[in-house]
């Protein structure tokens, strides 16, 4: 009886390392998550490439077709704002290069934290089986108690 009951505090201890192993994890996986949602932007190019290939484009119309002064202002104006763009865009294209990099992490963290989390549930059902086994021997223990009392 005496083993069992230590049994049950072995699990308990192991329980309570598994959570504090767990919890580092936890917090990590949700900073990858605020960064992922940082990242998505709003209307810029997704690569030096792409902005260069959008200016080039709207070049390329001034310069080959026929259009009015005030359209051919307009997109110098746009091309100037997409210019202006240029270093945030740079900026992106790095995070999201870091992002990759972190989106890595993340699945190895999630990989940890199943094997933990499986480990944690057996050593739950081993500690539940102790619970029952101790409840079923306190029973068993007041019962022959209560026989001794009447003799």
């Known amino acids: 009886m005496k083993a069992l009951r230590d049994d049950n505090r072995q699990f308990k201890?192991?329980?309570d390392e598994?959570?504090?192993?767990?919890?580092?994890?936890?917090?990590?996986?949700?900073?990858?998550?605020?960064?992922?949602?940082?990242?998505?932007?709003?209307?810029?190019?997704?690569?030096?490439?792409?902005?260069?290939?959008?200016i080039q484009s709207l070049q390329y119309h001034i310069?080959?077709?026929?259009?009015?002064?005030?359209?051919?202002k307009q997109i110098l104006r746009e091309i100037k704002q997409l210019e202006g763009t240029r270093e945030k865009v740079i900026a992106n294209a790095a995070m999201r290069t870091k992002l990759q990099d972190s989106m890595v992490q993340k699945e190895a963290l999630q990989d940890q934290v199943k094997i933990i989390s499986g480990d944690l549930d057996g050593v739950r059902k081993e500690q539940q089986a102790v619970r029952a086994k101790i409840k079923q021997l306190d029973d068993a223990l007041k019962a022959i108690d209560n026989e001794i009392k009447t003799l």
């Open 63 to 72: 310069q080959h077709e026929s259009i009015p002064l005030s359209e051919e």
């Open 13 to 15: 201890s192991i329980i």
């Open 18 to 54: 598994k959570i504090k192993e767990i919890e580092p994890l936890n917090q990590a996986l949700g900073k990858l998550r605020n960064a992922n949602n940082v990242g998505r932007n709003g209307g810029l190019c997704s690569s030096e490439e792409e902005l260069n290939a959008v």
